[in-house]
């Protein structure tokens, strides 16, 4: 806990460093806008990479890289894909035997209750009378 206190302390007090307070400052914002700029450029260069655009001026080396890195990247969708059939899967096998207890503990109520009502004589003269067979 202490360790993760003392991070946060660290990490805070550098952003504090960090923020440009006041106009002696401001040249830092144009010295940086530069780097800000080119790294945007990169990512979406590399954004258009993924997506298969823009793909005429990479080397040899350069596509087989991009091609590792979607073969990884296509291989945890379709981990995760996988693990997320299963657990429907089993979930929907769970519901499937819950579903067919269920109408067997039913059947066995009203079997019970119907033995509960044999076991009464007026009963059965209104079930006579009602035109209800009783049948095992």
């Known amino acids: ?10 990490n805070s007090f550098t952003e504090q460093q960090f ?16 780097k800000l700029k080119a790294r945007v450029e990169l990512l979406q260069r590399n954004l258009r990479n993924y997506t298969g655009q823009d793909l005429d001026p990479l080397s040899y080396e350069e596509l087989h890289y991009l091609e ?14 996988n693990q997320l059939v299963h657990e429907s899967l089993a979930e929907m096998h769970k519901k499937g035997q819950r579903r067919s207890v269920q109408p067997l503990e039913q059947l066995q109520n009203l079997k019970s209750l119907l033995q509960q009502l044999r076991q009464q004589p007026c009963i059965h003269k209104f079930l006579w009378f009602s035109n209800v067979q009783i049948t095992d």
Do not use: W
């Open 68 to 81: 590792q890195k979607i073969d990884t990247a296509l291989k945890s969708i379709r981990s995760r894909k």
């Open 1 to 10: 806990m202490e360790s993760i206190l003392e991070r946060y302390e660290r």
């Open 19 to 34: 923020v440009p307070h006041g106009p002696e400052n401001q040249g830092s914002y144009f010295l940086e806008h530069p």
